[in-house]
């Protein structure tokens, strides 16, 4: 299955495709927004994704899982993009990209809802001067 055939355009990241489909940008080494996606902290990792599907929302990324399916291709999934050893990252599958879902607010509860690709520092700067911690940490083992 393609693209096209999902009812889906490739499409350059920030551009909005003609089918009016705002959810997903499809990349691949030709465009010019493929590098800046690819990277991740360690850039020592150079692999290359034969797609790199940027989400703007959870419909993107089931329009980009549903297409690594049809293409019979692996997937990985890339948040923050800081891990060491660069998991998010892979050759010739599709990375599903989640840096431009990275919104959160706080619910009526109290609650904090975060997307994936929130950071700590974001969430700190909107809490804080509101009197609100948010607890954070990490386990020894």
Request: glycine letters at 12%; proline letters at 4%.
């Amino acid at each position: 299955m393609t693209l096209a055939g999902m009812g889906l355009v490739a499409r350059r990241a920030g551009a909005k495709a003609p089918d009016g489909n705002e959810d997903v940008s499809f990349l691949r080494a030709v465009d010019p927004d493929y590098g800046k996606y690819r990277t991740v902290f360690n850039s020592r990792i150079e692999r290359k994704p034969a797609i790199i599907a940027v989400c703007l929302n959870e419909a993107g990324v089931r329009k980009a899982v549903q297409l690594a399916r049809a293409e019979g291709m692996a997937a990985s999934i890339k948040s923050g993009g800081h891990h060491f050893e660069g998991y998010c990252i892979n050759d010739g599958g599709m990375v599903i990209d989640l840096a431009m879902m990275n919104h959160h607010r706080r619910g009526a509860t109290g609650r904090v809802i975060a997307e994936p690709s929130v950071r700590l520092m974001q969430v700190y700067e909107n809490l804080m001067p509101q009197g609100w911690q948010c607890p954070r940490g990490c386990r020894r083992q």
